[in-house]
């Protein structure tokens, strides 16, 4: 089995288990890959498009090709929208923006990966007065990323309630986006009115206020510890982290102009304006329209590349007065010279990227060389073994092995009390016996939730990982209070005869091969 070492953190929820289509002997009965895997977290079409890819590909290598696919979509969508706003050196500008900000936002094949193509598809077909595209647009929204299907509507609403005359023809092109609308939403209707009876309900706002995994130590940081950390934040917020780039850019445009200005086009108003009343609304609603954000991630960053292109001419007029020598130099130079610095320039990125920036971006995963004969080792064990051990170190398992693991820290979304209330006990559970100071609370884990083997890492025994909290909150505050002074750790002593299989700082002890309960 080959391991890639680097692949998009979120395809350890909504790849792992694809697997399942090539091997329905995979993950079994198991809780969180029925979750992972309903049409509530995983839209019916990125369910469809899977089935079908991974009868030809890996999984994570389908995911892959898919994200490739879609930023080179995305990328093609902007440029011809930036083309019809700023003509082509502003698209072009829009474009390479845009193909650096999807490569960190929104790659990995995921469901958000849609979201982009899906927006400026409809953004393109509302700019040509293509309403036999919007409407087929609404349909596939609705199968691949739902969230996005609510920016169109209310960009087309928006379009609607501004138009002063209504000819037979315009009401010939409502009648199409009311009908893919109405498509749409009875798609949707039949997801959401099925509930399995162990998901529970949604938590409310007022639950999520209360509970520690939504605060700004917990495991889905949802309210900052201020409101503008909260409003900054990828949850609760609009991501404004994302947008620092944009805003350089933005101003550096500005000043180029004479005098110093910013052309604002008609579409990025309507974005900004409808995403942020959705942005509102999702937070009046909470949690019933997903998370907020969800609403400006994609809008907010769509608006300011489109404010690049509209300003890239003006900003070349610019310069041209204020450089005319330096631009008439670079016109000069023969195309394969351009061609080449650029080429030179790409590959420049592509090394800088793979060798030092993949290790300092929160998305994306990357597996130590020590792990990487654990999981070949795992992906040996049958398939039907439950594997327990420290959260953080089974994120990797399911993706990487194959094999089911009781909890993890991927999986542990706390936005439905009957699913969360099962995973927030077996992570304290696990917590307890993974710090037990007596053997005999390690069996009683084992028996409990039969589980096969347990992976141990030595690193999460070290006094300053201990120390600076072993877990998201309310685990840590938990197993600081069962720790002794000095603590005495069971698994270390269960480790010298029950390990099965080392490498590094992992030990994997077996419960089922070797061994009986005291």
Request: aromatic letters at 14%; proline letters at 6%; glycine letters at 8%.
């Amino acid at each position: 089995m080959a391991v890639p070492r680097v692949f998009d953190d979120d395809a350890r929820q909504h790849v792992y288990w694809t697997y399942r289509f090539r091997d329905g002997e995979l993950f079994r009965d198991d809780l969180l890959t029925a979750f992972m895997s309903s049409p509530k977290v995983a839209p019916l079409g990125y369910q469809a498009l899977y089935f079908l890819g991974v009868q030809v590909f890996n999984p994570l290598l389908f995911s892959q090709l898919l994200s490739l696919a879609l930023a080179l979509l995305a990328t093609w969508l902007i440029f011809c929208l930036g083309c019809e706003i700023g003509g082509r050196q502003g698209g072009s500008l829009a474009a390479g923006g845009f193909l650096l900000y999807y490569l960190y936002a929104t790659g990995g094949g995921l469901p958000k990966s849609f979201a982009f193509p899906l927006l400026l598809a409809s953004l393109l077909s509302l700019e040509r007065r293509r309403y036999t595209g919007v409407a087929a647009l609404f349909v596939l929204q609705s199968l691949f990323y739902p969230p996005v299907l609510l920016n169109t509507a209310a960009l087309v609403a928006l379009r609607w309630g501004r138009q002063r005359r209504l000819w037979r023809q315009a009401w010939r092109q409502l009648a199409l986006c009311g009908l893919g609308l109405g498509l749409a939403g009875g798609l949707l209707l039949g997801v959401y009115a099925s509930h399995p009876a162990a998901f529970g309900r949604q938590i409310t706002a007022a639950e999520a206020r209360a509970m520690p995994e939504f605060s700004a130590q917990g495991r889905s940081a949802f309210y900052g510890d201020t409101l503008l950390q909260t409003l900054a934040n990828e949850r609760g917020g609009i991501g404004a982290s994302r947008l620092l780039g944009f805003a350089g850019l933005l101003l550096l445009l500005a000043l180029l102009q004479r005098p110093p200005r910013l052309r604002v086009p008609a579409v990025v108003g309507e974005l900004l304006l409808t995403s942020g009343v959705l942005f509102l609304l999702a937070h009046a609603l909470l949690f019933r329209l997903h998370l907020p954000s969800r609403y400006v991630l994609y809008t907010f960053p769509l608006a300011a590349l489109l404010l690049i292109a509209a300003n890239t001419p003006a900003a070349l007029a610019g310069m041209r007065q204020r450089w005319p020598g330096l631009l008439a130099r670079l016109a000069s130079r023969p195309p394969r010279w351009n061609i080449g610095w650029a080429l030179v320039a790409l590959l420049a990125f592509a090394y800088v990227q793979n060798r030092y920036l993949v290790h300092l971006d929160p998305l994306v995963v990357y597996v130590d060389r020590q792990a990487m004969p654990l999981y070949r080792y795992l992906h040996t064990l049958p398939k039907d073994v439950l594997i327990a051990g420290h959260p953080l170190d089974l994120d990797n398992v399911p993706l990487l092995a194959q094999r089911t693991v009781l909890v993890n820290r991927e999986t542990s979304l706390p936005y439905f009390t009957g699913y969360y209330g099962q995973v927030r006990q077996r992570l304290f559970d696990t917590l307890a016996a993974y710090y037990a100071a007596e053997e005999a609370e390690v069996w009683r884990f084992v028996k409990k939730y039969g589980i096969d083997y347990l992976l141990l890492n030595r690193e999460r025994f070290t006094p300053q990982f201990v120390r600076n909290g072993v877990y998201y909150e309310p685990f840590a505050s938990f197993v600081r209070q069962r720790l002794t002074e000095p603590p005495r750790f069971a698994l270390l002593a269960l480790a010298k005869t029950h390990t099965v299989y080392a490498v590094g700082p992992y030990r994997l002890l077996s419960f089922h091969r070797k061994g009986t309960p005291p």
